[in-house]
């Protein structure tokens, strides 16, 4: 019985159902109560159960233990990271105090409970400051504090390796992408194809930043970004305990409104030729430490994505996942 933090948010339920096809059962576990989408419902009562659970008090965390045979920890919970981008001064600095406490009281919980695995998500932000190319895990991170929320993950990456360690608990960090798809926010600050998306269905607003043809970013299908999550958790024996979860591979906004413009009829999204003005990052993962642990391989390309995203935001389901 694995627990899933955040598990019916939009990486989470994903993550969930992977982890459900791979014949595991799973708790899935949300701060706040929430409806369970269709996409894990066929499994409710059987092999999934739902609990509301704020990891901070650890009194919760142990009545679930009590409740259920937990032998694995996904981790994706991160209400308490979005306060960060809100909340400055002394709040920020109580937000991270509940980041680091929720993760202290989950891994002394694994300890408690004896699980296999702890596997934590971070961010592709912690390479923020690393020279343009193929991020891999082994790259010399900047020591310079770029924003609070990749500042306050690679914090807890360390954190959690310590108590990990400390405790003998295996603990794994992942570093997603650029995630998309289904039950994901219409709109990002780091990257443009949410935004051109609903555009584009007349579901949102024309971007109202410039948005540059030849920009490029790692986009990773949130079905993949699951399966990649699902597959660190519970492949028996792991070589590392960071990995990151990704396309492995740039796709431009051009390619984006290609496959857009296939989907007729569409509002086609303007594009500025060329790349932006500002110094090009170009930022993709090395996913081999994925590939050759797990065997993971990526299944959507952006045609394939951008046919099965259009089809789900037309059908009227996107209020059928919650969203963190």
């Not at 993550?15 to 096809?21: G, N, S």
């Not at 509301?52 to 009194?59: A, G, I, K, S, T």
């Not at 142990?62 to 809100?86: C, F, K, M, P, Q």
């Amino acid at each position: 019985m694995i627990l899933v933090t955040g598990g019916l948010g939009f990486i989470g339920v994903h993550t969930t159902r992977a982890l459900l096809d791979a014949g595991e059962s799973c708790v899935v576990a949300q701060r706040r109560d929430a409806p369970v989408p269709e996409l894990l419902r066929p499994e409710l009562g059987d092999q999934l159960r739902v609990e509301q659970l704020d990891v901070e008090q650890r009194p919760q965390l142990e009545r679930i233990g009590a409740r259920h045979s937990i032998t694995g920890i996904v981790h994706l919970a991160d209400a308490t990271v979005g306060r960060l981008w809100r909340r400055p001064g002394d709040e920020s600095e109580l937000a991270l105090q509940g980041l680091f406490d929720g993760l202290c009281n989950l891994v002394q919980a694994a300890h408690t409970w004896g699980v296999r695995r702890v596997t934590v998500a971070s961010t592709i932000g912690v390479y923020g400051g690393v020279a343009p190319g193929a991020w891999s895990e082994s790259a010399a991170l900047s020591p310079v504090a770029l924003h609070a929320v990749p500042t306050a993950k690679r914090c807890l990456e360390l954190l959690v390796a310590f108590l990990g360690a400390q405790l003998q608990v295996n603990v794994v960090s992942v570093r997603p992408s650029a995630i998309w798809g289904p039950g994901g926010r219409p709109a990002s600050s780091f990257f443009a194809l949410p935004g051109l998306v609903h555009a584009a269905l007349g579901l949102g607003p024309q971007p109202e930043r410039p948005i540059y043809a030849g920009d490029a970013a790692d986009l990773c299908y949130v079905r993949d970004c699951g399966r990649a999550i699902a597959a660190v958790q519970t492949t028996p024996t792991l070589r590392h305990n960071i990995y990151n979860v990704g396309s492995g591979r740039l796709t431009t906004n051009a390619e984006v409104v290609a496959a857009l413009e296939r989907h007729p009829p569409i509002a086609s999204p303007r594009l500025r030729a060329g790349r932006s003005p500002a110094p090009p990052v170009d930022p993709y993962l090395d996913l081999t430490r994925l590939r050759e642990d797990t065997g993971f391989e990526p299944e959507y390309d952006i045609e394939r994505g951008i046919a099965e995203y259009v089809a789900w935001l037309r059908s009227g389901a996107g209020h059928a996942v919650s969203q963190l």
